[in-house]
């Protein structure tokens, strides 16, 4: 059983330009949530997909958008990026799984901004 | 509006003390609540899962405990070892939609 996976580990954009970001779900979970966290803070919901729609959003604006595919693995997108995107992002997948309700989380993807 | 806190902020004890991490959460309208593990610059690691009809969850060291009713959750670690050291947050799953996590407490066990 595979976890979740997260592309790129690291990335350096400047300030204005557009980032995608991607994650791969766990075998058998077809949810998948986004999160933002930045340095010395919880992370902070952005949006969930749930079987390709969107499933709630989080306060985020809407230069961040997203996108799952039909194999539950997911996309974030940001555009115009600010020096305040700067944050670890983070995915997790979730499904119904005997009794096991909880999120895997993968090891996010380190953006910096400049 | 469902709020997480954790206490404390920070923690520093020697190797082989027992301790105990709290969270506290606004709305007792819960799924679930999950403690995770992040070491610096990492992903999260699930270390217990509570289910809201469940009263507590144990995994070797660990215990964590949940009441609803007065919104609190503690982590219990026991024989704590430098290889604890980390940051532990918990997390509230507020019926699928979200999880909404604590601030964190950040945790070192010295040798």
């Known amino acids: 059983e595979t976890g979740v996976t997260q592309s790129p580990t690291h990335l350096i954009k400047t300030r204005g330009q557009q980032v995608t970001l991607r994650c791969s779900s766990q075998?058998?979970?077809?949810?998948v949530s986004w999160y933002q966290q930045a340095l010395g803070q919880g992370p902070q919901f952005i949006f969930q997909?749930?079987?390709?729609?969107?499933?709630g959003r989080g306060n985020f604006p809407p230069r961040f958008s997203g996108l799952q595919f039909p194999n539950y693995s997911s996309e974030l997108n940001v555009n115009a990026l600010e020096l305040d995107d700067s944050a670890l992002y983070l995915c997790?997948?979730?499904?119904?799984?005997?009794?096991?309700?909880?999120?895997?989380f993968g090891s996010g993807t380190r953006l910096t901004v400049v | 509006k469902q709020e997480v806190t954790q206490i404390p902020a920070a923690l520093s004890v020697p190797e082989g003390e027992n301790l105990v991490l709290n969270c506290s959460f606004t709305d007792s309208a819960i799924y679930n609540l999950q403690w995770f593990r992040q070491d610096p610059g990492k992903g999260l690691t699930s270390l217990l899962l509570i289910q809201s009809s469940q009263r507590e969850q144990t995994s070797g060291r660990l215990n964590a405990s949940l009441d609803k009713s007065s919104g609190r959750s503690t982590l219990y670690i026991a024989a704590s070892q430098p290889g604890d050291s980390a940051t532990y947050l918990c997390a509230v799953d507020n019926y699928g939609q979200n999880f909404v996590f604590g601030p964190g407490t950040r945790l070192s066990v010295l040798p």
């Open positions: 997790a997948s979730s499904g119904e799984k005997q009794g096991n309700y909880g999120y895997t």
């Open positions: 075998s058998g979970h077809n949810t």
């Open positions: 997909y749930y079987r390709e729609e969107e499933n």
